[in-house]
């Protein structure tokens, strides 16, 4: 009964050692020199510096204008200009422009109409006024910041 218990017990210790030599990569030592890596890189520094960039979704598609004109960012889709439709509700998915026409795209504002259509509940409401402000630069990319609709500020990514 001993010499069981001391096979199973060596046995045991063997499973152990190499379960712990498997959880260190090999020739691994700690140092008290330390080395600084990358944590932050140049944009210059990277092959698609300066390219333009384009991204679509199932109405627009646009690629940022030389003139710097703001585009806007919606649930997922970036650098859009002029849609046609937009999501008011990221998470939902149960709120929506649809139809947009717009009547200007400025520098400092966009404004057009638009058909609103929620599914919950099941509504259509047309000719709502629609506009974009307060352009920032995010993530590279001037972009409009703000959206109202019929003067009621939205926020689709907060929904």
Not at 12 to 39: F, G, N, R
Not at 84 to 99: H, I, K, P, V
């Amino acid at each position: 009964m001993i010499s069981v218990s001391r096979t199973a017990a060596a046995g045991l210790v063997a499973v152990a050692a190499v379960s712990l030599a498997a959880c260190h990569p090999p020739h691994e030592v700690d140092s008290e020199q330390k080395i600084d890596t990358a944590t932050s890189q140049k944009a210059e520094s990277l092959a698609s510096y300066g390219a333009t960039t384009s991204a679509s979704n199932a109405t627009a598609t646009s690629t940022a204008m030389a003139d710097e004109t703001p585009t806007i960012a919606n649930c997922g889709a970036v650098e859009l200009e002029r849609p046609t439709e937009m999501t008011l509700d990221c998470q939902g998915q149960d709120d929506f422009l649809r139809n947009i026409t717009w009547d200007s795209w400025e520098a400092d504002m966009a404004t057009g109409t638009g058909t609103r259509v929620t599914e919950n509940p099941d509504a259509q409401q047309p000719e709502v006024a629609i506009s974009l402000s307060n352009p920032q630069v995010v993530n590279g990319v001037l972009a409009y910041t703000d959206i109202t609709v019929d003067g009621t500020a939205i926020y689709p990514e907060g929904n």
